[in-house]
C-alpha cells in the first residue's frame, strides 16, 4: 500500500511540476498612465523558459483573514505590461502574478502590491495664456471648497513639469520659441483632475513682432533699426534684437549718434 502513495505521489508531482523561484518575474508595480492603471514588472532570471505570465486580482472573502485570487488575463501575458481596464477610481487593489511556461506549468504567486486608484477632483477652469516681451503668462480659475487648503496646480510645458503652486497663475520666463502645450492639473493629497491644457505657438508671436534694433558683433553696439551706421554692418556681423533690454543683456551698448 505505501508503495501505491509513493507511486501516486511521485505522479503528480510529475504532472503538475512548479517553477523554480528563478522562474519568478521580479519588481511587479502599478503606475497610472493617461487615466489607466499599468502594471508592470521585471522578467525572471531564467525568462527563455518563460511562455508568458499570469494577472491575480487578490480579494477579501467574507471570512475572516481569507482571501481569494481571481485571474485577470484570459490567456498567458507575453508582454511585461498589463493593464487593468476594469480598475475602478476610489478602490484600493491588490495584485500578484505568476509565470507559465512552455509546457503550461504555473509558478508559485508573487508578493502581491497594493494599489489606490486615486478620483478625479475638479480641474480648472477658463486656462487662458498671454504673451508679453517673450514671456508666457498663464491664469486660470478654480472653484474651491470652503475648507480646501490642500489643493496644488501642476504645471508642465511639452510634458516636463515646470512648477506646482497655490496660486490661480503663473508665468513662464524664458519659453523656447516653438509651439508650446501648457497642461495644469490640480492636485488634492493623491487624488487629481483632468488635464486642462493650452497650446501657445511662440515661434509665430516671434516671428511677427517687429524688429527694433541691430547690433554688430565686433564692437558689440547696437543701434536703432533705422540708424544710419547700421547700413555699415555687414549681415554675417549683424545681430537683432526685438527689445533694448535683449541687447543689454547680450553685453551690447548703445550707439552714442541714435542713443537707443
Known amino acids: 500500500m505505501k508503495k501505491v502513495w509513493v507511486f501516486l505521489l511521485v505522479l503528480v508531482l510529475f504532472v503538475s511540476p512548479v517553477i523554480a523561484q528563478e522562474g519568478l518575474p521580479d519588481?511587479?508595480?502599478?503606475?497610472?498612465?493617461?487615466?489607466?492603471?499599468?502594471l508592470s514588472w521585471n522578467a525572471p532570471e531564467?525568462?527563455?523558459?518563460?511562455?508568458?505570465?499570469n494577472i491575480y486580482l487578490k480579494t477579501k472573502t467574507e471570512i475572516y483573514d481569507e482571501y481569494t485570487e481571481t485571474l485577470l488575463n484570459s490567456e498567458p501575458i507575453t508582454e511585461l505590461q498589463f493593464v487593468h481596464e476594469e480598475a475602478e477610481r476610489e478602490n484600493s487593489y491588490f495584485y500578484k502574478i505568476t509565470s507559465v511556461d512552455h509546457d503550461g506549468n504555473e509558478s508559485v504567486f508573487s508578493n502581491d502590491?497594493?494599489?489606490?486608484?486615486?478620483?478625479?477632483?475638479?480641474?480648472?477652469?477658463?486656462?487662458e495664456a498671454e504673451i508679453d516681451d517673450g514671456k508666457v503668462s498663464l491664469s486660470w480659475e478654480y472653484e474651491f471648497a470652503?475648507?480646501?487648503d490642500e489643493t496644488i496646480?501642476?504645471?508642465?510645458?511639452?510634458?516636463?513639469?515646470?512648477?506646482?503652486?497655490?496660486?490661480?497663475?503663473?508665468?513662464?520666463?524664458?519659453?523656447p520659441k516653438?509651439?508650446?502645450?501648457?497642461?495644469?492639473?490640480?492636485?488634492?493629497g493623491i487624488d487629481f483632475s483632468e488635464t486642462v491644457e493650452v497650446k501657445v505657438d511662440l515661434e509665430e508671436k516671434t516671428s511677427e513682432r517687429e524688429i527694433r534694433y541691430v547690433g554688430a558683433k565686433s564692437?558689440?553696439?547696437?543701434?536703432?533699426?533705422?540708424?544710419?551706421?547700421?547700413?555699415?554692418?555687414?549681415?554675417?556681423?549683424?545681430?537683432?534684437?526685438?527689445?533694448?533690454?535683449?541687447?543689454i543683456e547680450q553685453g551690447y551698448v548703445p550707439c552714442k549718434v541714435c542713443t537707443p
Open 27 to 38: 519588481n511587479l508595480s502599478a503606475s497610472l498612465d493617461d487615466g489607466q492603471v499599468i
Open 46 to 53: 531564467n525568462h527563455e523558459e518563460i511562455d508568458g505570465y
Open 113 to 127: 502590491i497594493e494599489f489606490y486608484y486615486p478620483k478625479f477632483i475638479d480641474p480648472v477652469e477658463n486656462l
Open 146 to 148: 470652503d475648507d480646501d
Open 153 to 175: 496646480f501642476s504645471i508642465s510645458r511639452n510634458g516636463e513639469e515646470l512648477e506646482s503652486t497655490e496660486k490661480l497663475s503663473f508665468t513662464d520666463f524664458e519659453p
Open 178 to 188: 516653438e509651439l508650446l502645450e501648457y497642461t495644469i492639473t490640480a492636485t488634492k
Open 219 to 247: 564692437t558689440m553696439k547696437f543701434h536703432h533699426a533705422d540708424c544710419r551706421y547700421v547700413k555699415r554692418i555687414k549681415e554675417e556681423n549683424r545681430a537683432y534684437f526685438y527689445t533694448r533690454e535683449e541687447a
